[in-house]
């Protein structure tokens, strides 16, 4: 679990998200668009030290455990429904990484 812990702390989204560095937007048909504004320095520092974790487990296991570490933070940011809304988002887009 610790290492699952480490990449939801490495891959830094917790934060930008917190610092509300992304964009939520609709379409017509309520399809929900997400984007987290992450700059290269820190992509390129997340990318390194998430692939040293990766060669000895199993992605796709750290990313659905990363989701739920998600999911457990909208009932924690109950004060604010926007920020809630981009965990939401956040969860699925890694569950759909993982299935897709």
């Known amino acids: 679990m610790i290492k699952k812990k480490l990449r939801h702390s490495i891959n830094i989204e917790y934060d930008y998200i917190i610092y509300d560095l992304y964009e939520i937007s609709y379409d017509i048909t309520k399809k929900i668009y997400f984007n987290i504004y992450i700059n290269n320095s820190s992509s390129s520092v997340s990318k390194y030290l998430i692939h040293k974790i990766t060669h000895s487990f199993d992605i796709n296991q750290i990313k659905l455990i990363e989701s739920l570490l998600f999911s457990n ?14 965990f939401y988002c956040k969860t699925f887009q890694l569950i759909n990484e993982v299935l897709y």
């Open 73 to 86: 933070m909208i009932s924690l940011h109950s004060d604010d429904e926007k920020t809630q809304l981009a």
